[in-house]
């Protein structure tokens, strides 16, 4: 990131933040300003098995929106890395008029495990990787934002992100073949986390889905909408940023709602 931000510095003011518990502040290095502590975590709302102090993603966003007087905001899962031209090729997409858009990841092999090889990663294009990590979104839009008390670390962060951007952003953008960031590990998809903190941020992720936001939410705002139907259905259901269920309910609104249009027109004709 730091190697990112010196790349764009003629194009683009990028500023690195952290958000850390006070036990963390030692690890935060030389160019990241910090925000206040992290005051809370996954532990003070619910009971789990093994003890793992994961902090919110609301509470970390949030810091960031109320620190930084950034117009554009962005959010990237702890694991992933971003090639040298991130902040220039993200500068980009925002003066052709997106207010939000998603950066999928490029996997690289797991035999890059040193800072030192930061050079040979830069030349290594990878692979493509389905799920969204990495998130670019106007301050405005997270006025809206319903993240509940979901906790990093632990599945249901992309996947919530992802429907606040669908459901909220005027114009956004999917870039699913840039090569911009990218992830160590050829895997698609991880172990499963411990079933108690999976179950607790799939519940929180429905209160967010069952929110003031669902009147936002439309399966046309969705990636693929403009596919023929069972085209579209294939690729929701292949992308695990976009749970099937809940496409399935915003596709029948959208069934009716149409039919309802069509009925209230025929109505006002004949009359």
Not at 98 to 120: G, P, S
Not at 173 to 183: A, G, K, P, Q, S
Request: aromatic letters at 14%; proline letters at 3%.
């Amino acid at each position: 990131m730091l190697h990112a931000k010196e790349e764009a510095k003629e194009l683009v003011e990028v500023e690195l933040w952290t958000a850390q518990y006070p036990e963390d502040k030692e690890m935060v290095v030389d160019g990241f300003r910090s925000t206040r502590d992290l005051d809370r975590s996954v532990l003070d709302f619910g009971t789990f098995e093994k003890q793992l102090k994961l902090p919110l993603i609301d509470d970390i966003v949030r810091r960031l929106f109320e620190e930084s007087d950034a117009e554009y905001l962005i959010y990237t899962n702890v694991d992933i890395g971003v090639y040298l031209d991130f902040y220039s090729e993200v500068n980009r997409f925002i003066n052709e008029g997106l207010d939000a858009f998603i950066i999928n990841r490029r996997r690289l092999e797991a035999h890059f495990t040193k800072v030192e090889q930061l050079e040979e990663i830069y030349q290594e294009k990878g692979k493509k990787h389905p799920g969204f990590d990495c998130f670019v979104f106007h301050r405005d839009l997270f006025l809206d934002f319903e993240l509940k008390k979901i906790c990093i670390g632990v599945p249901f962060i992309g996947i919530t992100f992802a429907q606040n951007i669908f459901a909220l952003a005027k114009n956004y953008r999917l870039f699913e073949d840039e090569i911009l960031t990218f992830h160590i590990g050829m895997e698609i998809f991880r172990g499963r986390a411990a079933r108690d903190y999976f179950k607790y941020n799939q519940k929180q992720f429905w209160m967010a889905m069952n929110s003031p936001l669902r009147k936002k939410m439309s399966s046309k705002k969705l990636p693929y909408s403009n596919l023929w139907l069972p085209l579209r259905l294939i690729r929701w259901g292949l992308q695990p940023s976009i749970p099937i269920r809940l496409a399935l309910r915003l596709e029948k609104e959208r069934f009716f709602s149409y039919f309802k249009r069509k009925r209230v027109s025929s109505i006002e004709e004949s009359e």
